[in-house]
Structure formats: C-alpha cells, structure tokens
C-alpha cells in the first residue's frame, strides 16, 4: 500500500468489484472518459482480475483516511523496455473531489511510478473541455503534447482529446 498525505493507493481486490461495477457505470463520470456502453458486473470482476493478471497493468484503489475507496488510480500500457506507461485518475466520489484528494493521490501515484518503477515518462488523454483534470496535471508539470482532433463523441458532439506527459526528471512542484 502507498500512503500519500492525504489518502492510501492500495491493491485492488475481488471484494471492490461491486463498488467499481457502479462507478464504472456513473454516467455522470463517464462524460469525461473513454467508456461508452454500461459494463456489467462480469466486466467488473475481469477488470479487476486485470490488475494482476496483465503485466502491463496495474489498478489502484484510491481510499480516503477514513479508509473508503473514492476512485481509481489506473497505470496502464506499460512498457518496460521504454519505460513509459499510461496513467489514469478518477475520483468518483464526488463528495470527495475538489479537496486536495485527487492532487495527493496524482502526486502519491507518480512517485511510485518514477522512483520504483522505474520509468521515465508518463502520459495521459484528458478531453479538451476536462478544466478540472487539465489544471491538476499543468499543476503537477505535465506537459501539453499534443490535440487529437474529434476523438471522443459525448453528448452529440465532437470532443478533442489532449495529450500531456511528463518526464522524470520533471520536478513535480
Ligand atoms: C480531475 C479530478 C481527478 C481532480 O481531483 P480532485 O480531488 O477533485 O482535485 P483536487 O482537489 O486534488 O485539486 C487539485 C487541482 O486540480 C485542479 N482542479 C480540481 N478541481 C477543479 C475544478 N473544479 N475546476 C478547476 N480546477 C480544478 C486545480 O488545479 C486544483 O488545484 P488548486 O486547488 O490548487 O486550485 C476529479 O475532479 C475527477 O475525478 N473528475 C472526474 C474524472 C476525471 O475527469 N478524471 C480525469 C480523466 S483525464
């Protein structure tokens, strides 16, 4: 488990499958990620069974000091010959957002992945229209990469998709 200051990035279980299949149906969520059709329970249960059994992946289970799980930290696409992976940040509980949660668990997630892992650079996709994402990463040093032009169709209409990465030797602030 990583504890951060404000909240612990802990192994995913078998046992979160039920609250992960309701998150990943939050429509409301959803409007600001890659995920379209409603995923069932089965889904939910591979998707966690995928953390352990890709070893390109990883998923983390974002839990509060309280010890109650409020989103997800996802590495993804790992490529250790590169050393680069995927990163991906939600925090479901929207009760829970706009506290410095997300932040310290970006800032917790990074660590791990620039100081154990090894890696040398991370990246991500946010929506063009994501303010609150697009301000966290500029925060902690993501760099703007790139604008892919319509990617995602949400709400009936066309949405750009940003692509930010950030290297290790880029200090976070
Ligand atoms: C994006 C998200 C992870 C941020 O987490 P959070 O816990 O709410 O954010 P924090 O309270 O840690 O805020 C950290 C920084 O993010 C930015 N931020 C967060 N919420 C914001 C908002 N509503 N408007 C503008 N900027 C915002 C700010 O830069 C903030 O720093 P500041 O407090 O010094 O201004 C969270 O809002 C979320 O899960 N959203 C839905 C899913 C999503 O969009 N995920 C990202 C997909 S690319």
Request: proline fraction near 1%; hydrophobic fraction near 40%.
């Amino acid at each position: 488990m990583l504890s951060g200051k404000k909240v612990f990035l802990r192994a995913v279980e078998l046992e979160d499958s039920r609250i992960i299949s309701a998150w990943l149906n939050d429509r409301d969520t959803n409007i600001n990620l890659d995920i379209i059709y409603p995923l069932s329970r089965r889904y939910a249960d591979s998707y966690v069974l995928s953390s352990e059994e890709e070893a390109s992946k990883r998923i983390f289970v974002i839990d509060n000091q309280d010890r109650k799980p409020i989103g997800l930290f996802i590495i993804d696409k790992i490529k250790w010959e590169y050393r680069n992976c995927e990163i991906g940040i939600v925090i479901y509980d929207k009760n829970q957002r706009g506290k410095g949660l997300g932040e310290d668990a970006l800032r917790t997630g990074l660590d791990f992945i620039f100081n154990e892992m090894n890696m040398n650079l991370v990246y991500l996709h946010v929506l063009s229209d994501n303010k609150a994402a697009l301000n966290l990463y500029r925060k902690l040093g993501f760099e703007f990469e790139g604008e892919l032009r319509d990617r995602i169709y949400k709400n009936g209409k066309y949405h750009n998709l940003i692509v930010m990465s950030k290297k290790r030797e880029e200090d976070i602030i």
